[in-house]
């Protein structure tokens, strides 16, 4: 029997969410609608809840126009009547082309609605900005948010790719015009990307109680271990990423999470996820999964507690 999922508050907010969510970028990209049903069925079934998801994913891959993901996870809400037992976090401001792009007052209002008819639902949970968008003023962008707010559309608002500086200006101009705070940060987060998130943003998310989604949580695959020479780039769609982290600091995480992993009885992967999900800072690293097996090793990372001693052993073989 497994354990029950401790759940987290979304911010200073009171939805709360299971410590992983799921990365939506793969849907209908290396994961066809079927799977999708599949993989977001075992995620549910399992009490987990936050799936990440963003309108322009999966424009990058030929024949596809943006929206796709959003789609799959409507389609499964349709076929399911599961909407409750998700929270869904979706994203603007990222270049749809035919000039979609930003977070002007005119262009969240139309891709807001795009979002919701494409998500069969209406109302979204967590609505991102999907990049600091500097040629339109934040009060215009966090007055629009706040109109969503009030009529029931959007929960909650989030932050992607901004820095401190640009968030605290945010949260003031907010507080100021009683609009609705950004309650989460997306930043780039993993035992490989270390650095920048500690050094600029994580001391200022605790204090001002922000919930932290971290993306690449897995460094694109690289941390579950199924890459450790140039001979395995060639093994995913994902894998042209991970060459940067072919290097003696990488193959010394890896040989940590080996380590680890052995002495628990558990998988790399679900060993890099448990060291994100017991950092106080992070509310729930996001993961994506082509596979039910890799979904399982989701799933087994929030059933996993690592004692201080394999949390030191990460650590040190990470030190930036």
Not at 38 to 57: C, E, I, Q, R
Not at 98 to 115: F, N, P, Q
């Amino acid at each position: 029997m497994s354990k029950q999922v401790n759940h987290r508050k979304l911010g200073n907010s009171a939805i709360e969410v299971a410590p992983l969510a799921f990365g939506g970028n793969v849907f209908g990209w290396t994961v066809d609608e079927a799977t999708s049903f599949s993989l977001l069925d075992k995620f549910v079934d399992a009490g987990l809840n936050l799936v990440d998801t963003a309108d322009v994913y999966s424009r990058w891959v030929p024949g596809n126009s943006g929206g796709e993901s959003e789609t799959i996870i409507g389609k499964w809400i349709k076929q399911g009547g599961k909407r409750d037992k998700l929270v869904i976090a979706t994203k603007v401001g990222k270049d749809m082309g035919d000039g979609k792009i930003g977070l002007s007052r005119a262009y969240i209002k139309r891709a807001v609605e795009a979002s919701l008819t494409r998500l069969q639902t209406d109302y979204i949970d967590l609505y991102q900005s999907h990049d600091d968008d500097r040629n339109t003023p934040l009060e215009e962008t966090l007055q629009t948010y706040g109109e969503l707010v009030q009529e029931g559309k959007v929960r909650l608002i989030g932050a992607s790719n901004y820095d401190a500086a640009r968030l605290e200006q945010a949260r003031q101009i907010s507080r100021a015009h009683g609009y609705p705070l950004y309650q989460t940060l997306q930043p780039e987060y993993n035992l490989y990307a270390r650095a920048e998130f500690e050094n600029t943003l994580e001391q200022y998310c605790l204090k001002e109680q922000i919930g932290v989604i971290n993306f690449y949580g897995l460094a694109s695959g690289f941390l579950s271990g199924k890459y450790r020479s140039e001979q395995d780039i060639g093994k995913s769609a994902r894998g042209g990423k991970v060459q940067a982290y072919l290097n003696p600091r990488g193959l010394r995480i890896l040989d940590a999470l080996d380590a680890v992993a052995a002495r628990l009885d558990s998988t790399p992967a679900s060993v890099a996820l448990a060291w994100l999900m017991a950092r106080p800072s992070i509310t729930a690293p996001i993961a994506s999964a082509t596979s039910l097996a890799q979904m399982d090793a989701l799933i087994a990372a929030t059933q996993l507690t690592l004692d201080t001693a394999a949390i030191a052993q990460l650590d040190q073989a990470s030190a930036p």
